[in-house]
């Protein structure tokens, strides 16, 4: 049974930082693309950034030069780290897995999702 993790968010004031971790169980973690979506209030789910376990990313627009995504392919575990947070940051974030090759950004893409995590950032 596959499952995933995350653990990490909270509150923090508008330019602070936090680190997401996800912990990956019941699949071949080296061989899946990891990522991280989140999702607004009212709003689509949307992809933040991806790692494949060579160590190509992705990221969106917004999260270029204040989020970085890591993996430990040892640990079964993927990493978010968000810092210069602003307001508009808040959302649930969400790690997901994908068994295939390439860097996706679809939520449909993704196989295997984790239930979420918490980021509130205030003003």
């Known amino acids: 049974q596959v499952q995933l993790v995350e653990s990490g968010g909270g509150l923090v004031q508008a330019g602070g930082s936090l680190r997401l971790s996800c912990a990956a169980s019941?699949?071949?973690?080296?061989?899946?693309?990891m990522g991280w979506f989140r999702q607004a209030p009212g709003k689509e789910r949307e992809f933040v950034a991806a790692?494949?376990?060579?160590?190509?990313?992705y990221y969106t627009d917004s999260a270029k030069g204040r989020f970085t995504i890591s993996r430990d392919n040892f640990a079964n575990t993927v990493y978010l780290q968000l810092n210069n947070l602003k307001p508009e940051d808040t959302a649930v974030y969400y790690c997901?897995?994908?068994?295939?090759?390439?860097?996706?950004?679809?939520?449909?893409?993704?196989?295997?999702w984790g239930q979420g995590t918490q980021v509130t950032v205030s003003s």
């Open positions: 019941g699949l071949p973690f080296s061989r899946y693309v």
């Open positions: 997901a897995a994908d068994r295939s090759v390439g860097l996706r950004t679809r939520t449909s893409d993704y196989d295997y």
């Open positions: 790692r494949t376990w060579s160590g190509n990313t």
